[in-house]
């Protein structure tokens, strides 16, 4: 009968890692995005990260920009420009942050875990565990700014022909027809922050091949603001990225869900600016991250932000915030419904009677261990049946034991199942 125990154990190890391994594991926003990134990474692309305040919007940019005399990079700015400050920085920020979803998923993992561990011996599956259950951590976002030779300035015009001349004042050749997508802008109520730079892009020979080295300017921008916002010049024929990071939970006012990728993440360790800190928590730092690629812009219209949370997280959220005050109670509650399950079902397996065996399922909760006590030292009703036969007990803990497994990943399993729609 010990062979059938041992080969019940093995059996039972076998099951239990076979659907570890089917259990599903979607793709997250961030390996979307991610693969989006490495697909297009010939194309140059336009980073922004937002901060946004009392009114106060603070930004951080790394635009489209190259050394050539018709590449510019201007912002409007609505409101008094006494107001505006800007400057250059060395790094764009770099943040790191883990879907809700994912930290949910993995909460549960580790619940489910300890439930089964309550059998001892299944207590090597924790290590054999599939590591993608681990926080996805979105990229880095960084770069590094080449300072020389980056002009940036705060311009005003009412017309085309009075901003063309301005920029040709300033060394820049640009058309009228090519300044045509700045036109709603010219006015009294804008000013138009105007970035270029100066000089030639260096190259250098390295293993027969030309290398071209892009040092992209990253800027500091502060100004009043009654949302976060963010114009949409269109430049026909224009390649690449367009990434906003914003501080918290926004949506886009007015826009289709799918005209970006979206994904929002919790960080525990944000490289954000100084001047960031003070509006932002100490931890658990919220992002948005939307994204955009096209050859041509699809959006219209100036993107204007506004507060919001994306559809169905709400499940995640609340398991992605609870303490271990909270999941040791819970994983007590579902040990004790497995346990009571599972005792109940293999007392119908081996003496063809529910009662009773079900409730004696419940000394699981002080381990597979006390219920071998009881079945051999405890002189109760229950323990006079086991007397009876002594393989009959024997077959009744391994029926027990695989079921507390097999019923667990079911039920855990199950709550997963809205973190991956």
Request: proline share 5%; net charge positive; hydrophobic share 40%.
């Amino acid at each position: 009968m010990r062979k059938t125990t041992v080969l019940a154990a093995i059996l039972s190890f076998v099951l239990t890692q076979a659907i570890c391994v089917a259990e599903p594991n979607e793709s997250d926003a961030n390996s979307v995005r991610s693969q989006s990134s490495r697909t297009h990474r010939g194309y140059r692309s336009e980073r922004v990260m937002i901060n946004w305040h009392d009114g106060i919007q603070q930004m951080v940019v790394s635009p489209r920009l190259t050394p050539d005399t018709n590449s510019i990079w201007i912002f409007p700015l609505k409101g008094e420009s006494e107001k505006v400050k800007f400057s250059l920085t060395k790094n764009f920020p770099n943040f790191y942050g883990a879907d809700s979803r994912e930290i949910a998923r993995n909460v549960l993992t580790n619940a489910n875990y300890a439930v089964i561990a309550t059998q001892l011996w299944t207590i090597p599956l924790y290590y054999f565990r599939d590591e993608n259950s681990d926080y996805r951590f979105s990229p880095g976002i960084h770069g590094v700014v080449d300072s020389n030779g980056v002009h940036i300035e705060l311009l005003k015009a009412d017309s085309l022909p009075a901003l063309a001349q301005q920029l040709k004042d300033r060394g820049r050749s640009m058309q009228e027809a090519e300044l045509e997508t700045y036109a709603k802008y010219l006015n009294n109520e804008y000013s138009l922050l105007a970035v270029w730079r100066d000089g030639n892009e260096p190259n250098i020979m390295q293993s027969g091949l030309r290398r071209s080295y892009h040092r992209r300017p990253c800027i500091y921008l502060e100004f009043p603001s009654e949302k976060p916002f963010y114009p949409m010049i269109q430049k026909s024929g224009r390649h690449g990225r367009l990434s906003f990071t914003l501080t918290g939970f926004w949506q886009i006012a007015g826009q289709e869900p799918n005209a970006f990728q979206c994904s929002q993440f919790i960080s525990q360790d944000a490289n954000i600016p100084d001047s960031f800190k003070s509006s932002l928590p100490q931890k658990n730092i919220p992002f948005t991250n939307f994204s955009l690629f096209g050859r041509d812009n699809v959006i219209q219209n100036d993107i204007v932000f506004v507060s919001g949370r994306l559809k169905g997280m709400a499940y995640a959220d609340a398991i992605s915030k609870m303490s271990y005050l909270e999941l040791i109670p819970l994983g007590f509650i579902a040990l004790a419904v497995i346990s009571y399950l599972s005792a109940g079902i293999s007392g119908l397996l081996t003496y063809r009677k529910w009662r009773g065996f079900a409730g004696f399922g419940l000394l699981n909760l002080l381990s597979i261990v006390a219920m071998g006590i009881v079945i051999n030292y405890k002189k109760t009703g229950i323990s006079e049946i086991f007397r009876r036969d002594k393989w009959k007990p024997r077959i009744f803990l391994a029926f027990f034991s695989i079921i507390v497994v097999l019923l667990s990943f079911a039920l855990f399993a199950m709550l997963k199942i809205p973190l991956n729609i």
